[in-house]
Structures are given as structure tokens and as C-alpha cells.
């Protein structure tokens, strides 16, 4: 940031309008509404944001937005911002995807994203179920949950867990939000973008339309257990016992960010690269 | 024995094997330095047993005083250094009558299957010589020896050793220097007196460079700043040439986790304005053609190189073929035409990324381009390739059609030449959302048909109605024949079209480097009324099939298709056109209804 006062912009200057796809009574508008108040806080000109994303209803998100987006391929929001940080990394980029984008297809992009601790922020949205394909299993619905047709049975599989999984992969940041707690979740992508490295946010983001019973939720969250946020472990307890409704910081360490373009600037010439090919 | 062998004015052809640790690739990277300090030009391939290290290997060097393209149809010399697993790489290294098989008789004898070429041998102690001197070792003096037979002066041999072998100490250098000088002085009687082609004063300095490091260079020079990948045989050398260079030049590479992963981050640095590019082979550009279709899609100019293998599927990883130009061309679901070029051989490969680049760039498309093994990872002494040279349309300085911030900007807006202006993350007033989904020119995802139907038809025209200027192809010659062949083929496509001039038969040959979209009128202008043969290197006759589906081929045009892992040799091409009355290949191809 230079010298010269960035004029503050309201929450709405971040909003687009295009008018969302998702249900009356999302979560998701709570996680869009929160993060243009983050951005607003943080006084970040949108045209320095961009928010990448892959498929499914929390991925529709970037034209949501009044910055740059791009909704990729099903599962690749995560190669797709590495991508332009590495070009661009005095952007703010906002990684964002569902449990199914994230964890499913994208999982294998989740861990090394995890290790390669590159300094954006990835939102997912769980609504533990396939919304935008109208209803299936996701890897965090649990296992005897037998709504849909291509799992008449239930999964037959444990849930996947994201916050150990994260740990487990070296992830530098881990929190977890509540869509129907919007003050705590500005709060925690605040943070989460401000923090040096890759900032994983696990946000708890109801259906509505398939998932009914995740009104619920609202009773069954809880602050984490309060301690060292940086020591890992006591993360990794706090992890262990995790009910998966617990919210908060659970995890935050300074760790070495991934260096990339445009962090050196080069100080050779391709004429002299030619040169060597010369016998 | 000896042979008449005058490499000033033919080329001459040389193998070398061994077992592992006998030094075969170091003698031959010697022998590749000698010819280019004697002036002459030269190809160097290699090929080697299965094992991660350490497996018997062979050198095939040949050298003229042209440039070489091909390495021909036959070897005058082998030089065996022992013949531990030989049988492997008899098919690649033909051997007759008028070959010479040097061996060291302490190695054993020679196998009935080499002997039954019907090549002359003689017997050189190797190790013995080598023995006799501190350090010696028998390659070298295979090196000294090989290197007297076929016309390379002491002198240039001497400098080779010098500097391939520089670091690995004084010593050493000096040990080779003595088996070399040893192994050349046993040859009495040379084929020919040698000399220096030319006084290396005032020639240019010629390249020693492989298809991948020339492929790496040509994109440097279209201007990439940007790779990520993942390793692959054949193409793992490209990306280990960039990475430093990426560096030096205030760009990166990043190693990513999969393909998937490689093609969507070169997507993402591309989208915030990086020229950007990967490289893999077939597996690999098999799992990126989702994201190479969001490239499309999108707008967003990606290069993905791919090294061919010997296909399908894990295929024959080592060796080389033509066999991915259905999926280059076909593998994108949808409507999604974009760009598809192939590299005519080492030296091409400068231009070749060189111009993918600029036009992926400009054209806000992806571009494959397609080289192959025997590119890929054969050395050549080359003369510095030129600058892409104007009038190309998307030559220096073209680069990216920008937006300029305003009221109401659209990404995708149409326009005459169907490019619209592209705003870069960071730029006010003109922020869009990239978008995979079927889009308005504003970006937004739309289902209404007139959107779709206009959104293609201008991803279509913008490449379809681009001035590419001559550089579609690389044409030889005139005459009733005409070869029309790609990628490595051409070299020896080239070299039997001398064959047939030589015997009476002018004959153009038709290197294609720009795939998709094809240039057909100019293809047709430039067959005329020739008798059209398609040359490539695949069993499924791909490029044949492409052509006569595009109604780019006459009447009768015939097919010689065959697959790797060997290559097409010139005798092959000009045999093939001998037979007059081959027949058209039946299953898919109807007869021309002309043009």
C-alpha cells in the first residue's frame, strides 16, 4: 500500500449485480455478504481481488463479486489461484468451492495446497451434500445419511475430516466459520486474509433445499476450546475431539510462504541464455 | 579394412554400444563436440535398455556437411564396446555389406545375429589399449578409433573430450586425451584425409541443442514467464532446462502435484496476464484436455507442449511416434476449435513455441503444440535459428490485445476479428469473471442460444479468419510428387525426395507445422496436380484421415503410415513411392469428390 489514503469503500461496493442462483435461505449469502464486509475493512480496491472458484452453488460466488473471478473446472479453484498468485502476488486472491469441489475431486489439490502454503485464502462452503447436481453424498455427509438415489444405503464411508486433514497436510491456518454466525465469520476471513500463507477457512453453510435439517446447526455450534492457537499440539487435540461444530481459529503459525515470480526480479538477460547454447 | 568415408561431402553414420558403465553416451557426446569443432553439422540420438540407471546404452551419431534432419537409412560403422544386451538395438541400428563392425576382441565374439548383416569386423584391443594408461578406459579409445575411421581430425576429437569431460577433473581429461590419441593413431590408412570443413574463424558459431532445450528456448523467446508441470518422459528435460532460465529471467516453474493441477495453474498466471506454458506427453495431455477446453472456453491464452511417446496409453515411454494428433485435434469436448502446431524437427522447435506462443497470446486461445521423442531428446549441431521474422501477424511486440478501462467493459465482446480486449486482475474499471460456463459478451453465464451460437461462431472466426501468414508449413522443392508429412518425419521425407530428384523424379515435400486450423486452400494451392503421398510415423494413419476429412487432399492421394518405435527412413518414403500403385487406405476414406 503507497502513502496515499485508499479511500474506504462500503461492503455494497464489493457486491456485483448479478443476481445469485442460490435458494432463499442459503448460507452462502452470508458467507458472500461476509467477505465484502472483510474486503471493505481491509480496504482492498476491488480491482485487486480476485475470487477463483471451481463448480458447484458456493462456486458460482466471483460474479457475485465486483472484482475479477474465475469459475473454473470442477475441483481446480486451488491450482487456479496458485496459478495467479504465482504471476500476481500482490493480489488478494480468494480461493472459494464447496465440500464436494474441495474435497472430493479437489482433494489431491487440498493437500498440496496445504504443503505448498501460498499466501491466499481457500473458503469452503460445506453443506455436506451435492447441491448444484440436485442432492448426493458429499465426503463430509455422514455415513447413514440415505436421501439420495446414488447412495440409497448411506455412503458406507466415514466422513472425510478437513480440519485434521488440513493439519495432517502441514496447513499454516485453519479456522472454521458459521454462515449463521456473520460477525464471527467476517472476523475469522479478516484474519484469514491477512494472515502470510495459505489460510484455510472451512465454513459451515447450510442447505436449505437439500439439507434441511442443518437448521440445526444453530444449536449444535460452539466456540472452540480457547489455547496457543499456534502450538500444534494442542491444535491437534483440539482436532481429535473435534465434533466438527466447533468454531474458530484452531490452528495459526507463521510458516516460510511459497516464493514465486515476481518476488526476485530477474537479473539476467535471454541474450546471454542464447549465448551458452554457442559452441 | 577401412572405409572410404568422406564426411565433407557425405553424410557419415556411426554406433556405438555398451553394457552399463561402459561409457557409450560419453564417447558419443564427445564425438558430437568433434564434429561440430570440425565443422561439420550433426545429429545425436541415443537409446538405452530399461533399467532406472546403469542398463546398456547406445549412441547413433551421424555428420555431414549439411544439416543432418534424419539419421538415414543405414550405419557405416559400429563400434562395439562390448555386447552385453545388443540384440535390443540391432533393429535401430542397420548394419550391411558395406558397414564395418569394430570390437574388442577381450569382449567376446560377435554375436551370429550382427555378422549376419553380412558387415566387415575388425578387431581392436580396447581395453588392452586402455590398460596401458593410467586412468585409460576402452570407450576412449573407441572414441579415438571411431573417430579416425570416419574422417574427424585428431585435433577436434581432442577438444570434445576436453570439454564434455572438463569436470570431472584434469585427470580424467588427460586419461582420455592419451586412449583418444592411442585409439586414433591404431588406425593407419583413413578413409580420407581430415580435415577441418571450414576455418572455424569465420564461420558462425553453430548450437549444440536438443529438441526439448530448443522447444524450452522458443518459448522463452515468445515470451514465457511462467511454467508449472509435472515430470514425464520424454519431456522432464524441457521443464529441467527451464526452470533455471525461468528464474534468471525474473519467472518461475512450479513442480505441481498432477497435470490437472499444471494446466489449471498456467491457466490462473495466463488470466493474470503471464505468458505461461506446460509441457508433458501423452498421459499427461490426455487428463489436462478438460482444462485446456476451460482455456477455450474462457479466452485465456495457455502453450502445452507435448512430447510424443509411443502410444496408446502408458505406450513405449522411451521411444518416439506420431500418434497424438487425434487427440490434439479431437480430445476437447464441444464445439472448441483452438490452435494445434507441430515442431519439424530440433531446430524447428526454436520457432515452433516461438510462434505458439505469440499467437495463443494474441489469438487468447490454447495452443498444443506437438513434438516428439526423437526431438525431444536427440542433439543436434545447428546453425543459430533465426528471429521470428515479420510479416507474421502475431510476431514481437503483437502480444495481448488489452482493454482499456471504461464504462461498461465486456470480456467477451464482439468484435470484427472476433479477439476481444483483455483486462488483466489489477487493472480499474474493467473486471470480469472468467468463466468455463457458456457466457454473454459481458461474461455472465448464459443459456440463451443466441449467446452460444454467437460466442462460437467468434471463437471459431477469430482463429479461422487470422492472417498466419507462411509459416503454416515449410515447403521444398516442385515437382509431380509431393510428400506431405510433420514433426520428425520430415527429415527423412526431405531425404528421399533428394533420392527421387537424383533419379529423375522432382518431388516437393510439405512439412506442415500449423495443424488447426488448417490452412487448406494453401495446402491444395501448393500440392497443384501432384500425386500426393502422407508420410507419418502412427498405425491409425492420423494425419492422413485429418486431410481427407478437411477435403484437403486430392483424388487418390495415398497414405504411408506406420507406426513407431523405430523411425521412417529415406529408403522407406522413396520405396513407398516406388510402388506406383499402393493402395488408398479403405476404412475411412471415401474417394475424393475433389476439391
Known sequence: MDATVIPSLHAKAYKSDVKPVWCPGCGHFAVLSALTKTLAYLRVPTEDVAVISGIGCSSRLPAYLSGYGFHGVHGRALPLAAGLKAARPELTVIAAGGDGDGFSIGGNHFLHACRRNMDFTYIVMDNEVYGMTKGQASPTTQPDWAKSKLTPHGTGMRRFQPAAIALAAGASFIARGYAGDPSGLTHLLTQAIEHPGFAFVHVLSPCQTFRPEQKAWKQMVHPCALGPTHD???AAQLIQRDDGMALGVLYAVDLPVYACAGSRPGDDALERIEAELAL | ???????????????????????????????????????????????????????????????????????????????????????????????????????????????????????????????????????G????????????????????????????????????V???????????????????????????????????????????????????????????????????????????????????????????????????????????????????????????????????????????????????????????????????????????????????????????????????????????????????????????????GQGRRTAKAGADYHRYALTADGVSPMSLPGQAGCAYTADGLEHGPHGTPSSVAADHWAQLDKRRAKLEGFDFGHAWAEIDGDGPLCLVTWGSSRGAALEAAERLRAAGRPTRVIGLRLLAPLRRDALLGAIGEAEVLVIELNHGAQLFHYLHAQRALPPGARSLARPGPLPLRPAEIAAACDRGAAPVPSIRATPGRGR
Open chain 1, 232 to 234: 500444534a499440539a494442542h
Open chain 2, 137 to 172: 578406459r576402452a570407450n576412449m579409445v573407441a572414441v579415438g578409433a571411431v573417430g579416425a575411421l570416419v574422417g574427424l581430425p585428431l585435433a577436434a576429437l581432442l577438444t570434445g573430450a576436453e570439454r564434455t569431460l572438463r569436470r570431472k577433473g584434469e585427470g580424467v
Open chain 2, 174 to 396: 588427460a586419461a582420455a586425451r592419451a586412449c583418444i590419441t592411442a585409439g586414433f593413431g591404431s588406425i593407419d590408412a583413413h578413409g580420407a584425409p581430415s580435415a577441418l570443413l571450414v576455418d572455424p574463424g569465420q564461420r558462425p558459431r553453430r548450437w549444440s541443442i536438443n529438441g526439448n532445450e530448443a522447444a524450452g528456448l522458443g518459448a522463452l523467446r515468445g515470451g514465457v514467464r511462467f511454467v508449472a508441470a509435472y515430470p514425464i518422459t520424454p519431456a522432464s528435460e524441457m521443464l529441467e532446462w527451464l526452470a533455471p532460465r525461468l528464474e534468471r529471467l525474473g519467472g518461475a516453474l512450479v513442480q505441481a502435484e498432477d497435470e490437472l493441477a499444471s494446466i489449471n495453474m498456467i491457466i490462473g498466471s495466463a488470466f493474470g496476464g503471464v505468458p505461461s506454458l506446460t509441457a508433458t506427453s501423452g498421459p499427461g495431455l490426455s487428463l489436462m484436455m478438460e482444462g485446456i477446453g476451460l482455456a477455450v472456453a474462457s479466452e485465456t491464452p495457455v502453450v502445452v507442449a507435448d512430447v510424443m511417446r509411443g502410444g496408446p496409453s502408458t505406450g513405449i515411454p522411451t521411444k518416439s511416434e506420431q500418434s497424438d494428433l487425434d487427440i490434439a485435434l479431437y480430445g476437447l469436448h464441444g464445439d472448441a476449435p483452438h490452435l494445434v502446431l507441430a515442431a519439424l524437427g530440433i531446430a524447428d522447435c526454436v520457432l515452433t513455441l516461438e510462434w505458439a506462443t505469440r499467437l495463443a497470446e494474441h489469438l487468447q486461445t490454447a495452443a498444443i503444440v506437438l513434438s516428439d521423442q526423437s526431438i525431444g531428446q536427440s542433439r543436434a549441431i545447428i546453425d543459430p535459428p533465426p528471429a521470428l521474422s515479420p510479416p507474421s501477424s502475431a510476431g514481437p
Open chain 2, 1 to 135: 579394412m577401412t572405409l572410404s568415408l568422406d564426411p565433407r561431402t557425405t553424410p557419415v553414420a556411426a554406433a556405438i554400444t555398451g553394457s552399463g558403465g561402459s561409457g557409450a553416451v560419453t564417447a558419443g557426446l564427445i564425438l558430437l563436440d568433434a564434429v561440430a569443432h570440425a565443422g561439420f553439422y550433426g545429429l545425436l540420438s541415443r537409446s538405452s535398455g530399461p533399467q532406472i540407471r546403469g542398463g546398456e546404452s547406445a549412441v547413433m551419431l551421424r555428420f555431414g556437411p549439411t544439416p543432418v534432419r534424419c539419421l538415414g537409412d543405414r550405419y557405416d560403422l559400429l563400434a562395439a564396446l562390448d555386447w552385453g544386451n545388443h540384440g535390443r538395438f540391432s533393429d535401430e541400428i542397420p548394419l550391411d555389406r558395406d558397414s564395418l563392425i569394430l570390437a574388442d576382441p577381450q569382449a567376446g565374439e560377435i554375436p551370429d545375429a550382427v555378422l549376419a548383416s553380412g558387415a566387415a569386423h575388425r578387431a581392436l584391443g580396447l581395453r588392452a589399449s586402455a590398460k596401458e594408461r593410467p586412468g
